[in-house]
T-cell receptor, first 111, second 116 residues
Framework: KQEVTQIPAALSVPEGENLVLNCSFT??????LQWFRQDPGKGLTSLLL?????REQTSGRLNASLDKSSGRSTLYIAASQPGDSATYLC??????????FGQGTILTVHP | GAVVSQHPSRVICKSGTSVKIECRSL??????MFWYRQFPKQSLMLMAT?????????EQGVEKDKFLINHASLTLSTLTVTSAHPEDSSFYIC????????????FGPGTRLTVT
């Protein structure tokens, strides 16, 4: 069974801090790994997608890495802001688009 | 950008009735749409994969006769929860995969279903 695990389950940091969210997955034969943001009661916003042939992707203050050999991905958020507060989900994807999600990390950035 | 809409955003229905949820790709064609369910404080769980013009593929443990999926066009998929019960109350989210893309999916805003 393909599983995705995220730690920590929740994280609270003061504004301005750099932080790292972790995602681990079983089965190194991964097709891609995606990070999403979900605000309360809302759908998902795609943040970054890393193909299996890539090691990292960057978008603004976000950087996501992928280490297939260890079955891990990290999402790095630089200079966190209160507006970054949300639930962050990672998901491993197959070639036909099926996504398996982790449980998410609830991030709170307080002023 | 690619936009996916869902309708309705919220619905309350009585136990035993059926509810239809629509998922539309507004500015692109989607050969594949996915339906997810999210219970409170839990992650998304894939229910089924919907391919245009063919039968949906359901995940293990999802009753296909209870959750009817139709993908009649390249821009519309519907999920009908038949004979709904309180335990079906959940947040239902769809995603759509671009026709010409091999991996990008775009998510709808979700539908909150409450069965009383």
């Amino acid at each position: 069974k393909q599983e995705v695990t995220q730690i920590p389950a929740a994280l609270s940091v003061p504004e301005g801090e750099n932080l790292v969210l972790n995602c681990s997955f079983t089965d190194s034969a991964i097709y891609n790994l995606q990070w999403f943001r979900q605000d309360p009661g809302k759908g998902l916003t795609s943040l970054l997608l890393i193909q299996s042939s890539q090691r990292e992707q960057t978008s603004g203050r976000l950087n996501a890495s992928l280490d297939k050999s260890s079955g891990r991905s990290t999402l790095y958020i630089a200079a966190s802001q209160p507006g970054d507060s949300a639930t962050y989900l990672c998901a491993r994807g197959t070639s036909y688009g099926k996504l398996t999600f982790g449980q998410g990390t609830i991030l709170t950035v307080h002023p | 950008g690619a936009v996916v809409s869902q309708h309705p955003s919220r619905v309350i229905c009585k136990s035993g009735t059926s509810v239809k949820i629509e998922c539309r790709s507004l500015d692109f064609q989607a050969t594949t749409m996915f339906w997810y369910r999210q219970f409170p404080k839990q992650s998304l769980m894939l229910m089924a994969t919907s391919n245009e013009g063919s039968k949906a593929t359901y995940e293990q443990g999802v009753e296909k006769d209870k959750f009817l999926i139709n993908h009649a066009s390249l821009t519309l998929s519907t999920l009908t929860v038949t004979s709904a019960h309180p335990e079906d109350s959940s947040f239902y989210i769809c995603s759509a995969r671009r026709r010409l893309s091999s991996y990008e999916q775009y998510f709808g805003p979700g539908t909150r279903l409450t069965v009383t």
